[in-house]
């Protein structure tokens, strides 16, 4: 969750001071989202120490939620470099902990937290350090958010280990920030069919609308959406792309244009998967991304299985839980 400042990658290396880490968007309260019992949730995106918060709060967040499942995903080791915008995007950007602590964490727990893998892409020791942690059983490689191209060696490297481990992978999308180069990553999509990539944030949600192409530095854009957008084509041409519908960025492009997005969820309905990506500390009202949009899909599903689906299954069999 990321403002929607225009950046160029100059201006973000030579002005990062200025770059706040966004709150959740005022979107209005949605209904509440009590424990259903009998309908789990899989949440795959959560954070440790997200901007500050304690675990006992996350824990009563994703309980509050009705989350029964939590994938809490680390952030790369903290170094000064260009990929992490020389340590301004340390944590993620959002003072989140790394590999070793998530670990700990998801061991402490008696279960309903797994644990997923990460490491800064250009680092000698990237591989080596996700490898580790996907033999101690981490469920996915994520949440890969740095400053570098998405067919850079180092990604690359991190793909090809996607696929021998059978784990998906999750990259935040952020225009000229986080991930360079998405119009082009069709053609990663299409060198490693094996690999099972997951879309997430502001670019990524952006590009459900065709006219994103003409303004790329419209991170939360209004209004009614065109068809034939990259990300929607991404969905539908490649059966190794899936999406995350965590974030402001998600919450935005599901409210702005609800017709479509009825639409979109059925089209999609065997490639979207919950997350939340919220660092409320409650897990309801207004301030709660998380639970905002579960009650958006409650209400926009165009049927229980498709619900159901979005907020569990899918997730289940892409993880292989």
Known sequence: MQPDDQFSRRKFLSHSGVLLA??????????????????????????????????GQLIAHQK????????????????????????FSNGLQAHCGGNQSCYDFVQSREGGYLVAANEVPDLP??????????????KMIAEVKFGVACDSQGMQRLFQLAAEYDVPILMHWKYEVYNYGFPRF????????RTRFIGHAQTWWANIDKGQQDHPWDMYPKGPVTPGGITDRYLSDYENMYGDLSAG??????????????????????????????????GHGSDCIGAQTIAVVRRLASSKNVERKLLYENAKRLLKL
């Open 22 to 55: 966004a709150s959740a968007l005022p979107l209005g309260d949605f209904p509440g989202t009590s424990s259903r019992q009998d309908e789990p949730i899989i949440d795959i995106h959560q954070h440790l120490f997200y901007h500050g918060r304690t675990d």
């Open 64 to 87: 509050a939620m009705g989350v029964t499942t939590t994938v809490m995903l680390p952030a790369g080791s903290p170094v000064n470099t260009m990929s992490t915008h020389f340590g």
């Open 125 to 138: 020791h990237a591989t080596q350090e996700v490898e580790k942690y996907l033999k101690l059983g981490a």
């Open 186 to 193: 069709h053609k990663m999509l299409e060198k490693y069919p």
């Open 249 to 282: 960025s998600g919450l935005n492009a599901f409210t702005r244009d609800e017709a479509f997005t009825k639409d979109f969820f059925t089209r999609h309905q065997d490639k979207l998967l919950f997350g939340s990506d919220c660092a409320d500390a409650v």
